[in-house]
């Protein structure tokens, strides 16, 4: 690096060097370098640098993306957790939470036949024993019968006491 | 050395809206617009095109899924390009960790282009593009023997031409960091020039 540069001077040559001063605060630092051979030195030294920097990638031709690379990028983002969710990323989701809905509401429905009473599972819960009303009092009446002729059977042979209920009591 | 340089205009806004709304079209537009800048990036850190195409897909990924702490009030290629830097850093510092390297043997490429060179002696013009393949491996092993921090602004500088500002935003530091990371940047570069190859070393009195 040329010496002879304060360092006040080597930040504002350089800023010229990559444009990055105002126009008026550029042409003021052009008459300088016209004035002052030390600048202008340095000023051809950032040239020559810049000049090998970039020939570092002289013949390369910078890679480009290729046709498919887009859809691949987007096939990528939609495997990620919070990725993009297409109908056919859904369809399975949805096909679950389907079958969840309906193991739901079957578990619902046997919770409510259970409370109702109309089911009883296991060894603890009574048998229910379904009939019409009509075909449960004719079925209790033959109860009744069959236990009058029975005591009556009884008592016939020993005059024992009569009989002092009926099935319908009990 | 032509780079463009996009600022956040209507139509980045409006895709980076839908594509944090979950719009895959937009995201896919924004993708478009970017990928060639991100690759050619990548191509001053890595020579490989095919892990080139790969990082760069790592970037965008990258891109998807921080897009919303994504700041405004910058500009989004400021903020891609921060990515892609730290993602180019990151591969080439894994690389560098390898214990077995497949690497581009530069010397063997040298000795490769110097004996076609003296089979191609008689021919008019040969040596012209033969000279410049060596310059650009020479400069490339010195460049690429320059600490990432000093690389890095070398090529955000030099190729994508930034300015100061561009440069602070993609580096996360501040405009004086900018100055003297690039003159010392400048300084390592010539002095690695100086050491490894003295004849292509700029001299004082010696400009045009």
Redesign the interface.
């Known amino acids: 690096m040329t010496r002879s540069l304060s360092s006040a001077d080597e930040r504002l040559l350089q800023r010229f060097f990559d444009r990055q001063l105002a126009p008026a605060e550029s042409a003021a630092v052009a008459r300088r370098i016209d004035a002052e051979p030390a600048l202008r030195q340095r000023l051809q030294e950032l040239q020559q640098l810049r000049d090998h920097f970039g020939a570092a990638w002289a013949g390369e031709r910078p890679p480009v993306a290729g046709a498919e690379f887009t859809s691949r990028v987007l096939a990528a983002a939609r495997r990620l957790p919070s990725g993009f969710r297409t109908e056919e990323d859904a369809l399975p989701a949805l096909r679950w939470c389907q079958r969840l809905l309906v193991v739901a509401a079957a578990a619902a429905l046997l919770s409510l036949l259970w409370h109702a009473g109309w089911l009883r599972l296991g060894a603890g819960g009574a048998r229910a024993i379904e009939a019409a009303p009509d075909a449960m009092r004719m079925e209790i009446e033959r109860l009744d019968a069959r236990i009058r002729a029975a005591q009556q059977s009884h008592q016939s042979p020993q005059g024992g006491q009569a009989p002092t209920g009926t099935a319908r009591s009990r | ?1 032509f780079a463009l340089k996009p600022s956040l205009g209507r139509d980045d806004q409006d895709l980076i809206a839908g594509a944090l709304a ?1 719009n ?1 079209a937009a ?2 537009a924004l ?2 617009r970017y ?2 800048r991100v ?2 990036l ?3 850190y890595c ?1 490989d ?1 095919i892990e ?2 790969d990082l ?2 790592d970037v ?2 990258k891109v ?2 921080k897009l919303h702490t994504f700041q405004q009030d910058s500009a989004f290629f400021t903020w891609l390009y921060r990515i892609t830097v730290n993602t180019a850093t990151d591969h080439l510092a894994r690389a560098q960790r390898r214990p077995l390297r497949l690497v581009e043997d530069d010397a063997v490429l040298d000795g490769a282009a110097r004996s076609g060179a003296a089979d191609d002696d008689e021919r008019v013009g040969a040596a012209a ?1 033969l000279m ?2 060596e ?2 491996a020479a ?2 092993a ?2 690429d023997q320059l600490p990432e921090k000093y690389r890095t602004i ?1 090529i955000l ?3 994508e031409e930034l ?2 500002t561009e440069m602070a935003e993609v580096l996360a530091c501040n405009l004086g960091t900018v ?1 003297s990371r ?2 010392r940047a ?2 390592r ?2 002095e690695a ?1 100086e050491r490894l190859h003295p004849d ?1 070393v ?1 001299h ?2 010696d ?2």
């Open positions: 050395m979950g895959e995201f896919g993708v478009d990928k060639d690759l050619r990548l191509g001053r020579r095109p080139c195409e760069a897909q965008f990924l998807f899924r593009p410049r393949q310059l650009a400069t490339r010195v460049v070398l500088r030099e190729f300015s100061y100055e690039l003159f400048r300084q570069f010539k020039l292509l700029p004082r009195g400009g045009r």
